[in-house]
């Protein structure tokens, strides 16, 4: 009796083990049906453009008549394209710096409007949904197009100097003065620095909030996904509405934080009116693979602003374990 | 002593079967009562914040509002108006004469068309793709599913205007498998012996780009989709096996009607975007002759209306010029507008359900 039970025990084991493995291999196989598309494209498309754009900038291109017909003749020219960029090029290293300059002007400054929008709009208000409405019209058309006719805009701002003025004929004043704020500061006794970026900041105002709406929406995500129990109970344990927000929503967003920053360093280095954008796009009508080499560069920079960015955030982020 | 009694002995002033209406204050009226709760600091304060806070955020309404007010008020002005100084915002005679010109000399309607179709097709599969790799990367295990997540990650990072000229060697000569464009034969090339195929003033090299997930911002869809996908609890789809549905029908049948508002968000930002898109536009449908010329959107910004173009001496040529060009951009986003309004609900909704943690 012993015996049978053992050799009936067996095969059901064994069986039962190969089911689970072949239902796993399975599984396995239609998540590679399912990222297929993707898979496919960079390999026959992506890869290709990808290594051919590399390919190209270690060669120079010129054109030369064979028996009469133009012909494209690809010389090798190794580094010196990556060379020629820091030591002959007169601006790519002051553009590439002026555009990082830019870049940290204005991460801080959008990550804080962004929360700041978010949290405002996550409250009980009087007319929440149209302000909602209102804030996410930059995420729909502030790009590509519309980004190039804010640059070419000559014709608001003039009648925006009007407006502020009354006269029309302020010609180019923004919308605050430094002066305004300098006699503030002075008060304060804060330096010179911050004023510059406080004014900075207060004129720039419409391309942050335009550049600014899919991180709104991301931490408008995260403030959504915070427990409403965490806050009755620090309500019930007598913490303020300013004890509440930096012990309780800026933890529970800063893995948002990490996102953002990232997102916003991506999106300002690649956003087609970024300085460094602009000039390597006029480089491309000169020499194509100058301005190619240029792009790795660039590149290369980025991806490690994109790291510093990355490990400065993540130091700060607090994880919450769901279980 | 009767007063007092007044005060604590709840009055009931209205009963029904399901509610009950009870005053605590006794004969307060409704007044006194007012001016009670107004004596307490905390309302004060809580209505300055209120105050506070809505002037705030009709200020920053304003200021994304104002340039499209400025830009429609200038829209309707004539080559007067413009030149008048004491002209600002209302124009002294109003005309329809830049509408007009922009749609009937610069065929906005054709560019419309156009637009619409290439757009439609791009955010349709772009979604699709979207939702099948996004969900894909959440949901299974399979070798490989960490290099696939950075790949997707670096065709975020890597802008295509990094590599506008290798995208247009390799479209304007379309040939699968050539990995170095020159010197090399693809597929095409070894069977026909001709070149690849030409496939600019076409919609295919978006249409290839959106199959294989790489279109703008394409990573960043992906992103979204997986992170909303790794919400959805496991259960639901073990429960679905249980009963014996496969995979994809419980995919099909089961996880996409959950996704519909993420969905609906990333149609928005995939069509929108690619409405507005003027690098594509440049790269593959940019010329001036009319045998190839697909008609676009951004056709109407850069083309200045023949009738419109100011007469020699006209002295703001240059604020008129750009006055046309805003009202090009007006016309352009007017469509994008009107769809925004029926959408933006499932924006909102979208993002807020998926949960994205970082």
Known sequence: ?323 | MASMNNESTPVVKRETKNSISVDFEGKLTSKERLMNKLKESNTWITAGVNLVRFLLMLGVSFVILYPFLARIANSFMTKEDVLDATVSLVPKNPTLEIYQAIIFENNYFEAFLNTLLLSLMCALVQMMVSCLVGYGLAKFKFKGNAVVMIAVIVTMVIPHSALQTSLMKHFAAFDLATVISWGYPGIIELITGQNGLDLTFTFWPLFILSIGGLAFKNGLYIYLMRQFFKGVPDELEESAYVDGSGVYRTFFQIILPLAVPMMITIFLFSFSWQWTDEFYHGLFFYTKDPRYQVLLMPDMYTTMPPSLIPPNGYGATTLYTNIVQNTAGMLIIAPLIIMYLFCQRYLVEGIERSGIVG
């Open chain 1, 1 to 323: 009796m012993e015996e049978t039970v053992v050799t009936v025990a067996q095969p059901t084991e064994k069986r039962r083990r190969r089911r689970s493995a072949s239902l796993e291999k399975r599984r396995a196989r239609a998540g590679y049906v399912f990222v297929l598309p993707f898979i496919l494209g960079v390999v026959l498309i992506y890869l290709p453009i990808l290594i051919d754009s590399i390919w190209w900038s270690f060669f120079v291109r010129s054109t030369q008549y064979v028996n009469g017909i133009p012909t494209e003749i690809y010389t090798p020219n190794y580094f010196n394209y990556y060379i020629n960029a820091f030591t002959q090029s007169p601006n790519f290293v002051t553009t590439l710096l002026a555009s990082i300059q830019e870049l940290l002007f204005e991460v801080p400054a959008i990550i804080i409007f962004a929360l700041f929008i978010a949290v405002v709009l996550n409250q009980k208000m009087l007319g929440r949904a149209a302000f909602r409405a209102i804030f996410f019209v930059p995420v729909i058309i502030a790009t590509g197009l519309m980004d190039s006719i804010n640059g070419a805009d000559i014709a608001t701002g003039q009648t925006q100097a009007g407006i502020d003025d009354g006269t029309g004929a302020a010609a180019g004043a923004g919308i605050i003065n430094a002066l305004d704020v300098q006699v503030i500061f002075q008060s304060m006794a804060i330096g010179g620095e911050l004023v510059t970026y406080v004014v900075e900041l207060v004129n720039n105002i419409y391309n942050i909030i335009n550049y600014s709406g899919v991180q709104m929406l991301i931490f408008l995500a995260g403030l959504q996904s915070i427990s409403p129990s965490i806050y009755e109970a620090c309500r019930i344990d007598g913490a303020t509405g300013w004890e509440t927000f930096w012990k309780v929503t800026f933890p529970m967003i800063s893995p948002m934080i990490l996102v953002n920053a990232v997102y916003t360093v991506i999106d300002s280095f690649t956003r087609s009116s970024n300085p460094m954008m602009v000039f390597i796009d006029g480089q491309t009508s000169v020499d194509p693979h100058y301005a190619i080499a240029m792009y790795w560069i660039y590149f290369v920079v980025v991806l490690l602003i994109i790291g510093i960015v990355a490990a400065v955030a993540s130091t700060m982020v607090f994880y919450q374990r769901k279980d």
